[in-house]
């Protein structure tokens, strides 16, 4: 069956240090693939979006990679601040799923002091 | 410019009853959806509004009902409560509904099914 994978348990680090959180995904012929930001009580917010022929995709400290042979999709945060604990989503289009986005679970971040 | 906004923002229910949950975006979106987020679970779609006008089934549409009252207002109907249906449900909307589109979400409504 089709389905997109983020680690489920939570990840703990050092403030200053890089996250970096993994999307992987089978079945799919992604074009492109979003991701995004959940705090506690509230709605996904978008960080990044990046399309199937890019490799890289930069924002501030965020960093989006694109392996489409791999199938997976890493997200990286630099130099990490208490601020970026959240929950962080990732989101595939396939261009099969006409409007649909087919969501991960999420991966908790915790940056600890 | 307040985004999207849902009501309500908590709400319980007894097996059977049934509600309304409202959205409405301020944006002049096209498009608009409903998720249903469970823990351990991805977001999944129940339906979407690809326009003014259209609604479309999503990945779980049994149990809920829709309308596209306007341009920026899509509402969630459950016409008959059932314990399953506990979760979070949150409205979103996009610009056009192409596939490069970003999604702005709101709030969410918290449901429990009793």
């Known amino acids: 069956s089709q389905k997109i994978e983020q680690n489920s348990e939570a990840l703990n680090i050092q403030e200053g240090k890089t996250a970096t959180l993994t999307c992987n995904y089978t079945?799919?012929?992604?074009?492109?693939l979003q991701w995004y930001r959940q705090d506690p009580g509230r709605g996904p917010v978008f960080l990044l979006l990046i399309r199937e022929n890019e490799k890289e995709k930069r924002k501030e400290r965020l960093k989006v990679t694109f392996d489409t042979t791999l199938k997976q999709s890493l997200f990286h945060i630099t130099a990490s601040q208490p601020a970026d604990s959240a929950t962080y989503l990732c989101a595939l289009d396939t261009m099969d799923s006409n409007y649909q986005l087919i969501w991960g679970a999420g991966t908790k971040l915790i940056i600890k002091p | 410019n307040a985004g999207v906004t849902q009501t309500p923002k908590f709400q319980v229910l007894k097996t059977g009853q049934s509600m309304t949950l409202q959205c409405a975006q301020d944006m002049n979106h096209n498009s608009m959806y409903w998720y249903r987020q469970d823990p351990g679970m991805g977001l999944r779609l129940i339906y979407y509004s690809a326009s003014e006008g259209t609604t479309d089934k999503g990945e779980v549409p049994n149990g809920y009902n829709v309308s596209r009252l306007n341009k920026r207002e899509f509402s969630l109907r459950l016409e008959s409560a059932a314990p399953s249906q506990t979760s979070v449900y949150f409205c979103?909307?996009?610009?056009?509904?192409?596939?490069?589109?970003?999604?702005?979400f709101g709030p969410g409504t918290r449901l429990t099914v009793l």
């Open positions: 079945n799919y012929s992604p074009a492109y």
């Open positions: 979103a909307s996009t610009p056009s509904g192409i596939h490069t589109d970003t999604q702005y």
